[in-house]
């Protein structure tokens, strides 16, 4: 079994802690608890290099401690942690041992596990708010870095005809097919890859990943866009939307509108 290594670490404000998420991102962590004063952050031990961690951590002078959660005690923490979140009457995440939400259009039941993307955090709650605003139905829909599948299942629920969610992580595969069972949730195909290559045209694309997946995948998005798709993005803070905006421009796509929560930014473009 895979175990995760928790960096706890040291923090003096809100913005240290965003401004550290976004960093700590870059190199493979993939889930973070922000309390007052504390980042805990989390990473797959084989994807844990300090040597990494103390080139963001050393030159602000930040403390750390480290510890080793073995994956059962891992899912039995997210389990005990899980309350669910509902997003005004639109949609509701709650895991299998929650009592069914009233007055929502749709409910999503998530065992997250190893995986990242319970709509807790903000990128992810981000995601499912705007989603709302867009309109799924008959349309072909790419999830680029699904994790639990959260935002693939809304997309299913919201009437897409097909659906496509990838990622890089066996476990998160893993842990989406349980999460479409949950749901009972079909037409969305889950694929393990790390790119775009060889996959269809989609009318819609999902991306709630780090800045730099997005701006290293951006000629893939644009071949596997049509001239009007969709593009929800998250994954970033309020001070890279520029250059989000910019990047995307020069391959042809059009902002159209940036929601924000506690400094991370959602964004939707269109291809033109």
């Known amino acids: 079994m895979a175990d995760t290594i928790l960096i706890k670490i040291k923090t003096g404000s809100t913005d240290q802690s965003e401004i550290l998420i976004a960093q700590l991102s870059e190199i493979n962590f993939y ?12 990473i797959k031990e084989e994807f844990f290099y300090e040597d990494e961690l103390n080139k963001i951590l050393s030159p602000k002078n930040i403390s750390f401690t480290k510890s080793i959660i073995k994956e059962t005690n891992w899912n039995a923490k997210w389990e005990s942690e899980f309350e669910p979140i509902v997003i005004e009457n639109f949609v509701a995440v709650r895991a299998s041992f929650h009592n069914p939400i009233q007055n929502v259009r749709h409910q999503i039941i998530i065992t997250p596990k190893m995986s990242f993307g319970t709509g807790h955090h903000a990128t992810t709650h981000l995601m ?10 008959d349309k072909t829909v790419l999830d680029f870095g699904t994790g639990t ?6 997309a299913k629920k919201l009437g897409a005809k097909k659906v496509v969610a990838i990622d890089n992580e066996e476990w ?23 790119s775009l290559a060889g996959l269809e045209i ?27 798709t969709k593009l929800l993005l998250s994954g970033f803070l ?6 989000v905006i910019n990047n995307f421009a020069s391959e042809g796509f059009k902002h159209i509108t940036t929601t924000e929560k506690d400094g991370w930014v959602s964004m939707l473009l269109t291809k033109s």
């Open 238 to 243: 309020i001070s890279d939307e520029q250059k």
């Open 149 to 154: 599948g959260i935002l693939a299942i809304l």
């Open 31 to 42: 889930a973070f608890e922000e309390e007052e004063n504390f980042l805990s952050a989390f």
């Open 128 to 137: 499912l708010q705007q989603m709302r605003n867009i309109n799924f139905f």
């Open 172 to 194: 998160s595969i893993n842990n989406a097919t349980e999460n479409l069972i949950a749901n009972n949730c079909t037409g969305i195909t889950l694929l393990q890859k790390d």
């Open 202 to 228: 989609f009318d819609i694309i999902l991306a709630n990943i780090n800045l730099n997946v997005i701006t290293t995948s951006i000629k893939q998005i644009k071949l596997a866009s049509h001239q009007s």
